[in-house]
């Protein structure tokens, strides 16, 4: 015994019990085994100190095992080094004892926090006296749960106010109010009292299945035990077969494998039958609308359910959901997801959810023109045709359902039938709305004399609909003046003065009014009635402001020439001179006004040459080109002006203000002079508060034709700045909607260029800014991809007549041999050859042509799709490309040598090689 | 808010209102969420907020919200979340015994 206390003073504990327990199996008595017991403590701390509580724990339990009759012993040195212990009746044993301390006390208290699994066995345990708190607490509490769990619960029932905070049955405390909210359906106060049940307790096990029985998670509940996970199913009333069926279900579905789809199907309607028939109907529906979506052949999926699913309205809104959804820039598509919702109202009015001709109607006939509207009208008149010429989409849906549903899916009208024009009238019938007559009248609004005529009637319903509003007034004015029925142009004007003369349309409208007659008398060479044009124009008080008396002036001039007399012209060239500070914004007007008279007085506006000075002609141009676009001139570049402009563009422009810069860009944009454009748009982009959507805009209409990527980007862009603006006017033109109806309803379930995020515009907007060449490109791919659009024409649109053949029957075979293969994509390019290109292509074209698919063209990629890549990612190519397709078009029209030169000037590649575009 | 938030953005669960909800209440709960997350405490729950209130704000648009809430692409398993089946008491046995036998 004194080698023992030897080895414990030198700290050799392991060797110390060793020798401990080799004496006590010699002598057997009380005194080994104490020391026995005391050596093994030691052991233990150690243990603990080295932070192998593990192994601490698995001694003690052992030697509790082995000596029952010094568990006291045992748990002293339990509590103070804080190893946790099951026994309750020791710790109770031990907290009553007046030689426990308070800080063994304190870890009694904590045990039972952390270890209590049944409030009962402390309200009966006998070490406890009765008067004990924690034995009333426990009594209180087991009651408490026994009745929470056993049916309703009030308030009173799980208030437990003898329950402190910092009692150690508090976690059970709020374990029963949790569970008394659980069953009263109070969720969020449930989930709020289990987030307060700390998680080191017995009770936070309960907890767990209590809070997956109410989100029904299911990784969560992956993650319990199973009893705890048949506890949390029990009282959940989880439908665990049919959830698990429905989870299986949803994995196929994303797998996209039709001969696993079916059978999942299969498998989820027997679970749905089986545990849960109310249910049948709606997943039936589910299933149908899921398995169109994936192109799954449709009596396929009828059989796999048992039967064909309710076509109601639920039916038919869903439908028509997923169909727009897939349906991206697909106009077929759109104009069938019109027939839906019209099946759609049709069945919601048999069941009594809509009114007849309710506000429900109305909001479905808005949408169908929204579909309608951003598809481009000829496109949308061939689909029409195409759709009416066939069968009718979706009689066939009808076929084995129950009389009224059929009876009402017939008064449906079909897609071909539900155009715009119809759309417009019934709703403006159904609920008279300024902005949709607005749109009404710019649909019609057209050159030819029926699309007059129809506009006409539109504009005069839309005043008798809402008699204050000037808007349709000047537009029977514009109609008016069109024909040439100034009168009647001019009764319309002064309506609309008698309603609101300070309206800005208003005011203007007089001044426009005239200006346009006078252009047509001066077209139409009829200088005695110009002359009268110009002296009610000068009888205007608008027209005395800015610089429009000079474009009076320029109209006295085209008077005075028309009527021979030079003096007179000389004297009002002098005058627009004086004006607008140059001869050359003189020229520039006049050149413009020469232009709109069709060239009649070309000879004569140049008679003079004005001196287009180095950095003076760009201000001149402004200044004459914002004059123009004021008073609705219709505005012309001449060549020789672009050479002086373009010259003065790419130094620095003194103080050229940003309307004058985009007012050139405009005129630029209008007159066919790309490069000018460009320049303008590149200067104006610098300059601060920038109208960054419109210039955006108009760089991408000086784009050529291959660069439709970025500009389809650029367009993206402007619409995201001009949203921001609210800059009304390039929002139309950028989403090609000009002053038709523009949609409201359409972005919400595709993803096309209209709804690109802020972040992505501004880094478009820095990367346009540093291109401030015509044709000049990043060294770089673009950071910017749209990659992730969904195209209108992948597997996973599966339109029956226009989506690909998956999940045909005859491929069943195929598939369950080859289902692990399914959907690879083909990793071969499409080579040139395999192209329809046309016959006598030049040798180098086609050589460009070969190298674009080799490196752009892997996975399968369509032509299209290989062009966008190339022109996003490789500008040299493109550039290459471009270059040689115009050489060979100049070729064919005997266009002089050096045409791709002229075109692209010095940043043209030469002899194949590229100079960095 | 990009495309993507867009589409799944449900506005009347943002402001936390039922579908059948008009002008007044959608501009009630507006101003009560705005309070809950002024923009120097959460931008982006505000952003949030505020679009959700953009949406809403016009009664057609709305109406069409409304009638066309949902996502059909969205789990089969959501289901079940309409069916809200019958939750059961089974007194405090089963709950002692899940505690004892997970020891």
């Known amino acids: 015994m004194a080698a023992v206390e030897a080895f414990l003073q030198q700290g050799q504990s392991k060797t110390a019990l060793w020798r401990a327990k080799q004496a006590h199996k010699r002598w057997g008595t009380p005194e080994s085994e104490r020391l026995l017991l005391r050596v093994y403590a030691v052991r233990i701390e150690e243990l603990t100190g080295r932070g192998l509580s593990n192994e601490a724990e698995a001694l003690m339990k052992n030697l509790r095992e082995r000596f029952p009759q010094a568990s006291q012993t045992l748990l002293s040195t339990e509590l103070k080094l804080g190893i946790p212990c099951d026994n309750l009746g020791s710790l109770l044993k031990r907290l009553v004892d007046p030689t426990c301390a308070a800080d063994e006390v304190q870890t009694i208290e904590d045990t039972i926090r952390r270890n209590l699994k049944d409030p009962a066995d402390l309200a009966n345990a006998a070490e406890l006296p009765a008067e004990h708190p924690w034995k009333r607490e426990a009594a209180a509490l087991a009651r408490a749960f026994e009745k929470v769990t056993s049916g309703p619960a009030s308030d009173e029932d799980v208030a437990l106010p003898e329950i402190s905070r910092r009692s150690p049955l508090a976690p059970w405390k709020v374990l029963v109010r949790a569970i008394a909210h659980f069953y009263r359906r109070e969720d969020e106060a449930c989930l709020a009292c ?25 990784k969560g509940r992956e993650n319990l035990s199973p009893t705890l996970r048949g506890l949390a199913d029990r009282i959940g009333g989880h439908l665990g077969g049919f959830s698990e069926a429905l989870r299986n279900l949803d994995a196929r579905f994303a797998e996209r494998r039709a001969g696993r789809i079916v059978r999942a199907i299969e498998e989820a309607v027997r679970a749905c039958q089986r545990e849960c028939p109310e249910l049948l109907v709606r997943l039936r529906q589910h299933i149908s609308v899921r398995g169109f979506m994936a192109g799954i052949d449709r009596e396929r999926i009828r059989r796999a359910m048992g039967g064909s699913s309710k076509k109601d309205a639920f039916f038919w809104r869903l439908l028509a959901q997923a169909t727009e959804l897939n349906s991206g820039t697909h106009a077929e598509a759109k104009v069938v997801v019109c027939e839906l919702l019209e099946h759609f109202r049709v069945q919601a009015i048999r069941e009594g959810t809509f009114a007849e001709n309710g506000p429900e109607t109305v909001a479905l006939y808005s949408m169908m023109l929204d579909l309608q509207e951003s598809i481009p009208p000829d496109l949308l008149a061939r689909v029409h045709r195409s759709l009416a010429a066939g069968p009718s989409l979706f009689e066939v849906y009808y076929g084995d359902q129950p009389e009224e549903i059929r009876a009402a899916g017939r008064r449906a009208e079909r897609a071909d039938a539900l155009k715009p024009e119809k759309l417009y ?40 609909a809402f008699p204050r509003d000037v808007r349709p007034l000047l537009s029977l004015m514009e109609l008016a003046e069109e024909r040439g029925a100034l009168k009647r142009a001019l009764g319309w004007v002064e309506q609309a003065e008698r309603l609101d003369g300070l309206h800005a349309g208003v005011r203007d409208a007089r001044m426009r009014l005239w200006t346009a007659t006078a252009l047509r008398h001066l077209k139409q060479h009829k200088p005695h009635l110009l002359e009268k044009d110009i002296e009610a124009l000068d009888a205007l ?80 141009a402004g200044r004459a080109l914002l004059l123009a676009a004021d008073v609705g001139l219709p505005v012309h570049i001449p060549q020789t002006y672009e050479n002086a402009l373009v010259r003065d563009l790419s130094g620095k422009p003194a103080a050229l203000d940003t309307a004058a810069l985009c007012a050139i860009a405009e005129a630029a944009v209008a007159s066919n002079r790309l490069r000018l454009g460009y320049l303008a748009t590149a200067h104006g982009l610098q300059r601060p508060n920038a109208p960054c959507g419109r210039l955006l805009l108009l ?67 820095g990367i346009e800014k540093a291109r401030k060449d015509f044709l000049d490109s990043p060294n770089q791919a673009e950071p910017w991809t749209h990659r992730n659009r969904p195209d209108a024409f992948s597997p996973e649109f599966g339109f029956p007549g226009f989506g690909d053949d998956f999940g045909d029957d005859a491929d069943e075979e195929w598939e369950e041999d080859f289902e692990e293969d399914a959907f690879e994509e083909d990793d071969q390019a499409p080579g040139p050859w395999d192209l329809p290109l046309p016959k006598g292509i030049p040798a180098t074209l086609l050589e460009l042509l070969k190298e674009a698919f080799r ?25 290459k490309i471009l270059s040689a397709f115009l050489d060979s078009e100049a070729a064919k029209y005997d266009l002089p040598p050096g045409f791709a030169d002229r075109l692209f000037g010095a940043n043209r590649p030469k002899d194949g090689r590229s100079r960095r575009p | 808010m990009n495309a993507g938030e867009h589409r799944t953005m449900d506005p009347f669960a943002v402001l936390g209102i039922g579908k059948d909800a008009d002008g007044a209440t959608v501009r009630a709960a507006y101003l009560k969420k705005v309070k809950e997350c002024p923009p120097d405490r959460d931008a982006e729950a505000f952003e949030r907020i505020r679009d959700a209130y953009a949406l809403l704000r016009d009664p057609k648009v709305r109406l069409q919200r409304s009638l066309f809430s949902g ?11 309409e069916l809200q089946p019958p939750r059961a008491f089974l007194g405090p046995r089963p709950w002692l015994d899940a505690l004892q036998e997970g020891s």
């Open chain 1, 194 to 218: 289990l987030d307060r049940v700390p998680e080191q307790t017995a009770v936070a096990r309960l907890a767990s299945a209590l809070r997956i029985a109410l989100t029904c998670d299911p």
């Open chain 1, 425 to 464: 009238e019934r709703i403006c019938t159904l609920a008279p709305d300024a902005e949709i007559y607005r749109c009404w009248f710019h649909r019609f609004r057209g050159k030819k004399e029926k699309e007059w005529q129809q506009a006409e009637d539109v504009a005069l319903r839309w005043h008798r």
């Open chain 1, 541 to 620: 008080p608008s027209m005395r402001g800015g610089d429009r008396p000079a474009f009076l002036s320029a109209l006295r001039w085209a008077c005075a020439i028309g009527t021979g007399d030079r003096e007179r012209a000389e004297l009002h060239r002098t005058r627009i001179d004086e004006r607008l500070g140059s001869s050359a914004a003189t020229w520039l007007l006049l050149e413009t006004l020469s232009d709109v008279c069709g060239g009649m007085y070309a000879d004569l506006s140049t008679d003079f040459s004005p001196a287009l000075d180095v950095g003076g002609v760009a201000q001149a």
């Open chain 1, 699 to 765: 760089r991408a209409r000086c784009l050529p034709p291959l660069m439709f990527q970025r500009a389809t980007d650029l367009k993206a862009a402007a619409i995201a700045f001009a949203r921001e603006a609210r800059d009304e006017k390039t929002l139309d033109e950028a989403l090609g909607s000009d002053g038709r109806r523009r949609s409201r309803y359409a972005d919400l379930y595709t993803v096309t260029p209209t709804n690109l995020d802020r972040e992505t515009a501004i880094e478009i907007l």
């Open chain 1, 855 to 879: 490196k752009h063209g892997k996975g399968g990629r369509s032509p299209e799709e290989v062009l966008r890549k190339m022109d996003r990612e490789d500008p040299d190519l493109t550039m």
């Open chain 2, 71 to 81: 996502d059909p692409k969205e789990p089969l398993t959501t289901l079940l979340k």
